[in-house]
């Protein structure tokens, strides 16, 4: 119960902490954020309505830090991040909420495959060590040393521009509309595979690589050796055994991935003109949108805490030590 109760209050001080920066980031950068905004109507307003802008803002000057900061997080409380700046007037929210998907759908898929893929190669390398299979290695070293960018541009060079297979970017043909249809969903999936291809590529290595080094720690443990001596199938001991302990810190990295997700692949998106969180967040910066800033780090922010909790809740399920602790 200790072990349960010490996580909740971590979290949430970290919560607290990570929505405390974000109300500060629009009031300690230089300039004035509501003045972007301003420009665009290129003074054209009235002191009235410029002063509606502050209040609309939160940034009233006429109300108190301490005043802001709590309307802050009533707004945060009630679901509401804010108005955009760029899309001005939609909301913030509306705005995360139709890139989200995006992300979630391309590089949460692509990163699951990367994870259980790269277990299941780096277990069987780990439990083969000494043959064949670590020549595997190399070869997947080699992607993940190459820069994103730069292999993402050889793939859409080589399979949408010598062997125009797959589309060079976007998320679905221009002439469809968003629905359900298998049409849109069919384009969808063409135009995320060079991605997800990517992904998979420049990350795989790193999960093979920890879980084989992994595996030749515990293949030398005396529960390993005491399931090999009771005549146990090797099967049941790679994995019932040897795995199961092998992969607690894959699950430590796969939640701080899972939380990432949420960030999308920057770069990615970009090379491949991706319509994610990321490069609605590219975007957001180039416009000096600081309410569409703020509400993408807050969301950052808070997946990667669930994800911590999702893996805090797995290592219990794995690690009988953690249950006794609790």
């Not at 001080?13 to 300039?31: D, E, L, M, Q, S």
């Not at 190669?121 to 190399?138: E, H, K, M, N, V």
């Not at 390993?224 to 199938?233: D, E, I």
């Not at 319509?275 to 800033?293: C, H, N, Q, T, V």
């Amino acid at each position: 119960m200790s072990f349960i109760l010490r996580r909740v209050i971590f979290y949430l001080v970290t919560a607290w902490a990570a929505v405390t920066i974000n109300f500060f980031i629009p009031r300690i950068i230089p300039g004035d954020p509501v003045q972007s905004l301003i420009n665009r109507y290129q003074g054209q307003l009235s002191t009235n309505a410029i002063h509606s802008l502050y209040v609309l803002f939160g940034l009233d000057k006429k109300v108190s830090l301490w005043d802001q900061y709590w309307q802050y997080w009533g707004q945060i409380l009630h679901g509401n991040l804010g108005l955009s700046f760029a899309y001005f007037p939609t909301p913030v929210a509306d705005v995360i909420g139709q890139s989200l998907p995006w992300t979630i759908g391309l590089v949460g898929l692509s990163t699951l495959i990367s994870v259980v893929l790269g277990s299941l190669i780096g277990t069987f390398i780990g439990w083969r060590r000494g043959t064949w299979a670590d020549g595997i290695l190399p070869v997947a070293s080699f992607f993940s040393s190459v820069p994103y960018f730069w292999l993402g541009l050889i793939v859409i060079a080589v399979f949408a521009v010598i062997w125009p297979i797959f589309p060079a970017g976007g998320g679905y043909d221009g002439g469809l509309l968003p629905d359900f249809s298998f049409e849109f969903i069919g384009s969808v999936l063409q135009h995320a595979l060079l991605p997800a291809i990517t992904i998979v590529l420049a990350s795989i290595a790193g999960w093979i690589l920890g879980m084989r080094n992994m595996m030749v720690t515990v293949t030398s443990e005396d529960y390993v050796t005491v399931a090999q001596a009771k005549g146990l199938s090797e099967r049941r001991v790679m994995f019932g055994y040897a795995a199961r302990n092998a992969i607690l810190p894959q699950v430590s990295g796969f939640a701080l991935s899972l939380g990432f997700v949420v960030s999308g692949t920057l770069i990615m998106e970009l090379v491949f003109s991706y319509p994610g969180i990321g490069l609605s967040l590219f975007s957001a910066i180039g416009a000096k949108d600081y309410p569409l800033m703020q509400g993408i780090f807050l969301i950052i922010t808070l997946s990667v805490l669930v994800a911590n909790v999702i893996a805090d809740a797995v290592y219990v399920i794995l690690d009988p030590r953690t249950r006794q602790e609790a």
